[in-house]
């Protein structure tokens, strides 16, 4: 009986790929537009609630901070309740405490607003990775977690120059307004188009115990465990560039004109090589791909130090440098995602959740010390890249036990039944 069955929501039914990657990719981008849009009005907000000094970073650093935190919570809950119902949940608290935020009568109560902002809205971010994990896994996925990324990073690179354009109509208060009606428009799309992608096998039941060896396993797997680290390490260096770039490209370069446009050729590298990464990681594997990426990321911060520690370092040699490095996290980060996540397919949710609280938190608390320790100059950043860049090539080295540039994972395959047809 056809027509009795018809109502029963036949969009959500029709869900491409193509489609998913972009819902997946406008979600986490409306994380990261929470975070970016507001970086051109630190200087008004700061005169608006009378704040000093680096403080002003706080509004970003606690949000990034509360969301490493809270990326515990969204995994477990989704393994067992489903992506869908904990995705909308997240998107509806995003919305409700944007509207907070714009209304916030005090620096202490934005502060405070976007901790619980931060806290509770880790599932947009957490959850994308594993409802792409439910699909695919392996090279597939990094090669859709590098497209996902291309267009997520689109965002960041325009978000400060809407911020800006809002500041020319507004306050500082109406860029969380508008955070809040893009929350809006997602959890629409969202709510209409997304189907559930956990299967009921595959549900964990809620019990800490289970809850916590799950997280555990997820991040004591010796071959997964030094790639979610590193990734927080090069990470954290990045989100110290985010906290201290209005600053450092203002004061330091004397050049706040025109930071919205910096900011977005930085950004806009890293959406450029995630696209090159979708292009060559399944034909050369995410580890291949990741390794040489992150020789090259300490080559360039070694290129930053020095001329960061030159007398006069001028903007034209910084942001160069700057934006191949945020290109090179393009091919470390959905690469090291990838393969951290690939062997947790019935704990997807799980996984991706201790995955993103040890890579969020890590990298939160590493970008507000760097951006705290902003003294005028890039040498903290500069210095903080290339020790970055170095731990983390140790971690790889050990996740790998000294093996580095290994095959993909079809070759891998390959070579399993290969070898299982001469036992």
């Not at 690179?157 to 800006?164: D, F, L, M, N, R």
């Not at 890590?362 to 290339?386: E, N, Q, S």
Request: proline letters at 5%; aromatic letters at 10%.
């Amino acid at each position: 009986m056809p027509a009795a069955t018809a109502p029963s929501m036949p969009l959500r039914k029709a869900v491409g790929d193509t489609e998913l990657l972009w819902m997946m990719a406008m979600l986490m981008a409306l994380n990261a537009f929470g975070i970016d849009a507001i970086l051109p009005a630190l200087d008004a907000l700061a005169a608006d609630l009378s704040v000093g000094g680096n403080d002003r970073q706080f509004v970003i650093g606690v949000f990034l901070l509360a969301g490493g935190i809270g990326s515990l919570v969204p995994g477990a809950l989704a393994d067992r309740f489903g992506r869908r119902p904990i995705l909308l949940g997240s998107v509806a608290v995003y919305i409700v405490l944007s509207v907070l935020s714009a209304i916030a009568p005090t620096y202490d109560a934005l502060i405070a607003v976007r901790a619980v902002q931060g806290f509770f809205a880790a599932g947009i971010v957490a959850l994308p990775p594993a409802i792409i994990r439910d699909r695919v896994g392996g090279d597939k996925m990094a090669r859709m977690m590098s497209l996902i990324f291309v267009i997520f990073l689109m965002v960041p690179a325009v978000a400060p120059s809407i911020g800006q354009a809002i500041l020319q109509f507004g306050s500082w208060r109406a860029i969380f307004g508008a955070m809040a009606v893009l929350g809006v428009l997602m959890g629409t799309w969202v709510f209409v188009r997304l189907p559930e992608s956990l299967t009921d096998e595959n549900r964990q039941p809620i019990h800490l115990r289970t809850i916590g060896a799950n997280m555990t396993r997820a991040l004591a797997l010796p071959s997964t465990a030094g790639y979610v680290i590193g990734s927080a390490l090069v990470f954290g260096a990045l989100f110290g560039f985010i906290n201290s770039s209005q600053q450092l490209i203002s004061e330091t370069f004397g050049a706040g004109d025109i930071f919205p446009m910096i900011f977005a050729i930085c950004a806009g590298s890293m959406a450029l090589a995630s696209w090159s990464n979708s292009r060559i990681v399944e034909r050369f594997g995410a580890r291949r791909v990741s390794h040489t990426a992150l020789f090259a990321f300490i080559a360039v911060s070694a290129a930053q130090v020095m001329f960061a520690f030159q007398p006069e370092e001028q903007l034209w040699v910084f942001v160069p440098l700057m934006a191949i490095n945020m290109a090179l996290l393009g091919f470390i980060g959905s690469n090291f995602g990838a393969i951290a996540m690939n062997p947790f397919f019935n704990i997807a949710g799980a996984a991706s959740s201790a995955h993103g609280f040890v890579r969020m938190t890590m990298a939160a608390v590493l970008g507000g010390a760097i951006g705290y320790a902003f003294d005028g100059t890039a040498r903290p950043l500069a210095l903080a890249l290339l020790a970055a860049g170095l731990v983390c090539l140790v971690l790889v080295l050990l996740s790998e036990k000294g093996k580095l540039f290994g095959p993909s994972d079809a070759d891998m395959a390959e070579g399993q039944k290969v070898s299982k047809a001469f036992e």
